[in-house]
């Protein structure tokens, strides 16, 4: 065990050392950011399904996956105890019909632990849920700076999860979830004169929002062998409509453009009085979603399923900020994806040991800006790679590799080209046994 703790420090220390603004997406620039939270890097290996659950594996989408049977090998009288940890590092291009650009981001994505408790399994652990990170300037009719865009924070969620099995097919779950985070985001709309020169003084409005809240999402998994090689799995989550508080501020500077490094110099704050507008304390209303999936494998040596999920994004609201332009729709996304396992238990080859994965998903954000819908596309590979020796194969190191693209040059919009590396590490161990003998 002394070993694998070693390991988790090396991971959370490679994840400090990278970590940055959790994303450099400008379409983070909508809404409440980016959406981060897409389940572990196993998941998002094989397309962001969550369907598949197992005893070695954390599976942060669908909470009644904490629940399982007793596991053989420990006589029949219990389950390991599950952590995991992630980071991820994304490379992105962004593409437009004025030009082009490359970004970087690098970012913590969970920390999170399982607990076997007989039938019952307890979850907890803290997940990055979204992400704002952009810098944006927009041009006028004369190629000069118009405006400038600047946003930094997100959404995080500490949770508690219970999972129940039923019996040996059937196990029910819940998520209680509590969202904190801040969003920060400033406008500033350059002023010139008639020489065309900018002006000495320019006005920059800047936004603060805090935003706190429960959430709930509840699950059900269904496994049977409907032959005597292979097996059924299925699942599905609901999370129902989520209120959040946003406690508001806003402020407006006089600045200074530094002419050397294009940076601003404040001279004076005015602080907007949010109360006598009713915009102090609103709502972000997070809309409802469901999904459902289910796929076919043999037991420890191949799996392939889809998913599909539904989000009444046409339902959000942001009050202080109104619609900003910006339409939504309901969103949806299907996945496909699977693993394949050589031999989990070979004494003589390592690779044999491996999980291979691979996955597909297309994805509608329900985001319409310029009467042009926001869409997501990617392809996903990954490796487990065990931990120990053959007798010793629950504890893996997992690598997950995605490609794909967001959005379009269409209608005077961006299109980001991605690149997506996620590093986990899952830990399994025994802490609590029955003495055999007194």
């Given amino acids: 065990m002394i070993k694998k703790l070693v390991l988790v420090f090396i991971v959370l220390f490679t994840i400090k050392s990278f970590a940055q603004n959790g994303t450099a997406s400008p379409y983070s620039f909508y809404g409440i950011g980016s959406l981060k939270f897409k389940g572990t890097v196993e998941n998002r290996s094989m397309g962001g399904l969550s369907i598949y659950t197992d005893s070695i594996h954390i599976n942060l989408r669908n909470p009644a996956s904490y629940a399982g049977k007793n596991l053989a090998l420990y006589g029949n009288e219990g389950r390991p105890i599950k952590f995991s940890v992630a980071g991820s590092h994304t490379n992105l291009k962004l593409s437009s019909d004025s030009g082009e650009d490359k970004l970087s981001s690098s970012t913590f994505d969970y920390i999170s632990l399982a607990i076997p408790i007989g039938k019952l399994g307890v979850g907890v652990g803290l997940i990055p849920y979204t992400s704002v990170g952009y810098k944006l300037e927009t041009l006028d009719d004369s190629n000069r700076l118009n405006e400038r865009f600047n946003g930094d924070g997100g959404l995080n969620r500490t949770y508690l999860s219970l999972g129940y099995l039923i019996n040996d097919n059937f196990s029910v779950g819940v998520d209680f979830s509590y969202n904190f985070g801040n969003i920060q985001n400033s406008t500033l709309v350059f002023d010139y004169n008639e020489d065309g020169g900018l002006v000495q003084y320019q006005s920059r409005e ?91 494998g043999q037991p420890r040596i191949w799996f392939v399923g889809a998913e599909y999920t539904f989000q009444n994004t046409s339902k959000f609201v942001n009050e202080l900020h109104g619609s900003n332009g910006t339409e939504y729709s309901n969103g949806s996304t299907f996945a496909l994806g699977g693993f394949f396992i050589p031999k989990y238990n070979s004494f003589s080859s390592y690779f044999s040991r491996m999980v291979y994965r691979a996955g597909i998903r297309f994805e509608d954000t329900g985001l319409n800006i310029n009467n042009t819908n926001i869409n997501e596309f990617g392809i996903s590979f990954g490796v487990g790679l065990p931990i120990g020796s053959a007798r010793d194969f629950f504890s893996n190191a997992n690598l997950g590799f995605e490609i794909g693209k967001r959005g379009t040059t269409r209608n005077n919009l961006i299109q980001e080209n991605f690149v997506n590396f996620n590093l986990s590490l899952s830990l399994n161990d025994r802490w609590f046994q029955k003495r055999k003998y007194e």
């Fill in 206 to 296: 800047n936004n603060r929002s805090d935003l706190s809240g429960i959430s709930l999402n509840i699950g059900l998994t269904y496994r049977a062998m409907i032959t005597e090689d292979l097996e059924l799995k299925s699942g599905f989550t609901y999370t129902p409509t989520t209120n959040l508080r946003s406690i508001n501020e806003r402020s407006f500077n006089t600045i200074i453009i530094n002419s050397f490094d294009n940076s601003e110099i404040v001279v004076n704050t005015i602080e907007a009085d949010l109360r006598s507008q009713g915009l102090y304390e609103t709502k972000f209303l997070l809309p409802s979603k469901f999904s459902l999936g289910a796929g076919v």
